[in-house]
């Protein structure tokens, strides 16, 4: 079984930054991808960036690209989201998800079988 856990959210303003973090535990936790998705006020669920567990490798949702950095550490099994420059319409419920396996749509949501709770970022203009 695998546990996510995210945290780090809040109410900030236009311009400024929040750092996500996503803890994982489960003895089964050997992720291939690990990924943040958002879920802003009456949208369908959308994702934001990607990130290759072991090479690191990631993929961003243009709309933040050059905001937002996504990162891990292996050695915590933490997963991160550093969000610069936030704007209004960044606010949503931000949600970490996992998958161990391999996949041609690694930007779908369907893809992941592990999800977290979700952490509310609320940017005020």
């Known amino acids: 079984q695998v546990s996510l856990v995210e945290s780090g959210g809040g109410l900030v303003q236009a311009g400024d930054s929040l750092r996500l973090s996503c803890a994982a535990s489960?003895?089964?936790?050997?992720?291939?991808?690990m990924a943040w998705f958002r879920q802003g006020p009456g949208k369908d669920r959308e994702f934001v960036a990607l990130?290759?567990?072991?090479?690191?490798?990631?993929v961003y949702v243009d709309s933040v690209k050059g905001r937002f950095t996504i990162s891990r550490d292996r050695t915590k099994n933490t997963l991160y989201l550093q969000m610069d420059s936030l704007k209004p319409e960044d606010t949503a419920v931000y949600y970490c998800?996992?998958?161990?396996?391999?996949?041609?749509?690694?930007?779908?949501?369907?893809?992941?079988?592990?999800w977290g709770q979700g952490t509310q970022v609320t940017v005020s203009s």
């Open positions: 489960g003895r089964t936790f050997n992720p291939n991808r």
């Open positions: 998800a996992a998958t161990g396996g391999t996949s041609a749509f690694y930007t779908r949501a369907s893809t992941y079988p592990h």
């Open positions: 990130i290759r567990w072991t090479g690191g490798n990631t």
